[in-house]
């Protein structure tokens, strides 16, 4: 018997030898809405796990992707990349998870798993090239992978997370993406109580990297143009906050901070943020993608600064983060929609028009 399924669905039989029709929504071309779909998800592999989706949120990656803003994509598309929901069949090799468990899905859904950057727990950076859980090509036949606006998925045992007892599993989706994002460099850069961190930006992004850094004991504060947020930073648990666009603020702290992380997402200058750190400060950008302008050398020379990028963390660190999280019950500010609004959230990121992550809550249909 190669699987385990659930009672009174479809037989282990079916589960493992025949594909399983899916529904959800995406998009046929860049200049198009999102529309109802639907597929075929693969028949399980020995080690897959089928999981039914309850919630996935609303990435600003995947409305650039619907409308190919990065060029490359394979339409037609069906985003999301944070994802939970409940195992409903496992394969004969699976061993971690069980029929039931509540589970997670990121950003990847294979990589080799032999490569020494797999073996060292960064699969992000596989030497072959991670499989994303969208508009990637899967190892095996090829097919573009379909991403969570659906109602299950099917995924490599490997890349499938633990949601940690007592969760409320209606808030984690956006952990899987906007939780690992800010988490990875915090920890990779060893941000604790004796840092003092700054975070650029106070969006999707931004407001976990605030509540994460609060949680490692870090003295946090917030950096944004817009002086209404500072009481919304204070309350996610920044300590201060310093408006960019006044002279004076940004003066009075040169040289104040070990740690800026930047979650800005479009192109921007960074030479006054880079006056704000102190001796061997390091800038970790998370948020822009594109062409930056250029800055002042003598910028990062003068007093030994230094500025990196990060991505997502492996798969340890992921579940790293998840364990973290339910430890200090850390959790982003979300507005659940049905399906059928996701046009209208889609509208509404790009007015910046959410506070702060959206999840689609498919107990509202499809």
Request: with cysteine; glycine share 10%; hydrophobic share 40%.
């Amino acid at each position: 018997m190669a699987t385990t399924a659930v009672p009174g669905t479809a037989s282990s039989e079916q589960a493992v030898h025949k594909p399983t029709s899916a529904r959800g929504w995406g998009a046929d071309t860049a200049d198009q809405p999102l529309r109802p779909m639907q597929f075929e998800r693969r028949a399980l592999r020995p080690d897959d796990v089928a999981i039914e989706i309850t919630h996935a949120g609303i990435c600003h990656s995947d409305l650039h992707t619907c409308r190919n803003d990065w060029e490359g994509t394979i339409y037609p598309v069906i985003p999301g990349h944070e994802i939970v929901g409940k195992v409903t069949a496992v394969g004969d090799e699976v061993t971690r998870h069980r029929v039931g468990d509540t589970v997670a899905v990121g950003c990847m859904v294979d990589s080799c798993t032999e490569c020494d950057q797999c073996l060292a727990g960064w699969e992000v950076f596989c030497r072959k090239g991670c499989v994303q859980t969208y508009n990637s090509a899967d190892y095996h036949d090829g097919t573009i992978s379909k991403g969570g606006y659906t109602d299950h998925i099917v995924v490599r045992d490997h890349f499938v997370f633990k949601v940690p007892d007592g969760m409320d599993v209606s808030r984690v989706a956006p952990l899987l993406c906007a939780g690992i994002t800010t988490y990875s460099p915090l920890r990779q850069y060893n941000v604790g109580p004796t840092t003092r961190m700054a975070v650029v930006g106070l969006g999707g992004l931004g407001h976990m990297g605030v509540k994460i850094g609060a949680a490692l004991g870090a003295h946090v504060t917030m950096i944004t143009t817009t002086p209404s947020k500072g009481d919304d930073a204070r309350e996610l648990g920044a300590h201060d906050v310093i408006i960019s666009t006044d002279p004076a603020q940004m003066e009075a702290a040169v040289t104040r901070f070990d740690f800026i992380l930047n979650t800005i997402p479009v192109s921007h200058e960074i030479d006054g943020y880079l006056n704000l750190l102190g001796r061997s400060g390091r800038m970790v950008i998370v948020g822009a993608l594109m062409q930056m302008p250029g800055f002042v050398g003598s910028n990062l020379i003068w007093w030994n600064r230094a500025v990196g990028g990060s991505a997502i963390g492996g798969i340890p660190e992921t579940q790293e983060m998840l364990d973290f999280c339910a430890e200090k019950g850390i959790y982003p500010d979300v507005e659940f929609i049905a399906m059928s609004e996701v046009n209208e959230a889609y509208e509404r990121l790009l007015r910046n028009d959410v506070r702060y992550r959206f999840v689609i809550d498919m107990s509202r249909g499809l």
